[in-house]
């Protein structure tokens, strides 16, 4: 059952919930950060990753930020991996990935304009 909604505050939080889920889906987002979860990325620590991206993301408060989880790319040998791509359409893969390297990613790249290109991978 949902929560009552009981004051113009509770529609507020509901409003704007709704409104990043929308958001999300449509791609309304500046930039797009997809970590691979394909089986071999979750073997591999995808899911470590993924919980990592998101922490740093909520702590920075980009909002104009999505995270999105994919299947595999076929570069299984580079997992874990993630995408990120911004609202010009370039696109940055990393791979061999950990939940430091995520963090790394999150604080060079999407906080500083950086792109870490250790972390790089080419297909």
């Given at each position: 059952?949902?929560k009552?909604?009981?004051?113009?505050?509770?529609?507020?939080?509901l409003?704007?919930?709704?409104?990043?889920?929308?958001?999300?889906r449509?791609?309304?987002?500046e930039t797009?950060?997809?970590?691979?979860?394909?089986?071999?990325?979750?073997a591999?620590?995808?899911?470590?990753?993924?919980?990592?991206?998101?922490?740093?993301l909520?702590k920075?408060?980009l909002d104009?930020?999505?995270l999105?989880?994919?299947?595999c790319?076929?570069l299984c040998?580079r997992e874990?991996?993630?995408?990120?791509?911004?609202?010009?359409g370039?696109?940055?893969r990393?791979?061999?990935?950990?939940?430091?390297k995520?963090?790394?990613?999150?604080?060079?790249?999407?906080?500083?304009?950086?792109?870490?290109?250790?972390f790089?991978?080419?297909a």
């Open positions: 059952m949902s009552r909604i009981t004051n113009p505050e509770d529609l507020r939080v409003r704007e919930k709704a409104k990043a889920d929308v958001e999300l449509a791609g309304l987002k797009q950060i997809t970590v691979h979860m394909g089986t071999c990325g979750i591999a620590g995808a899911r470590e990753v993924l919980s990592a991206v998101a922490d740093e909520a920075a408060s104009t930020v999505s999105r989880q994919s299947g790319l076929g040998d874990p991996m993630l995408t990120v791509a911004d609202k010009d370039n696109e940055f990393y791979g061999k990935l950990d939940a430091k995520a963090r790394m990613i999150v604080q060079e790249h999407l906080l500083s304009g950086n792109p870490v290109v250790s790089l991978v080419s």
